[in-house]
Nanobody
């Protein structure tokens, strides 16, 4: 069983920055690719970014390209999402996700492991 725990959320003004962290614990017999999703009020959960096990491959949804950076430190079992130039439309609950399949880390209905989510609020 794998547990994921997010931290680093909060309230920030538009144009500001936040860094989310996701710490992994528990047992896994295969390397995990990881990603971030978000869900705004009244909307479906959407893919934000993903990173391969080695960190060598990353992908982003178009709306965050150039503003968000995903990274990971496998020695610390932690993944990060650096969010810069935040906009009110980035307000959402952000979820950490992990899966042995890289492709599944980009699909809401396919991801195997989820964190509980953390609130990010961007005020205008």
């Amino acid at each position: 069983q794998v547990q994921l725990e997010e931290s680093g959320g909060g309230l920030v003004q538009a144009g500001g920055s936040l860094r989310l962290s996701c710490t992994t614990s528990g047992r896994t017999f295969s390397p995990l690719h990881m990603g971030w999703f978000r869900q705004a009020p009244g909307k479906e959960r959407e893919f934000v970014a993903t990173i391969s096990w080695s960190g060598g491959v990353t992908e982003y949804v178009d709306s965050v390209k150039g503003r968000f950076t995903i990274s990971r430190d496998n020695a610390k079992n932690t993944m990060y999402l650096q969010m810069n130039s935040l906009k009110p439309e980035d307000t959402a609950v952000y979820y950490c996700a992990a899966d042995p399949s890289y492709a599944r880390t980009k699909v809401t209905g396919a991801v195997r492991y989820w964190g509980q989510g953390i609130q990010v609020t961007v005020s205008s």
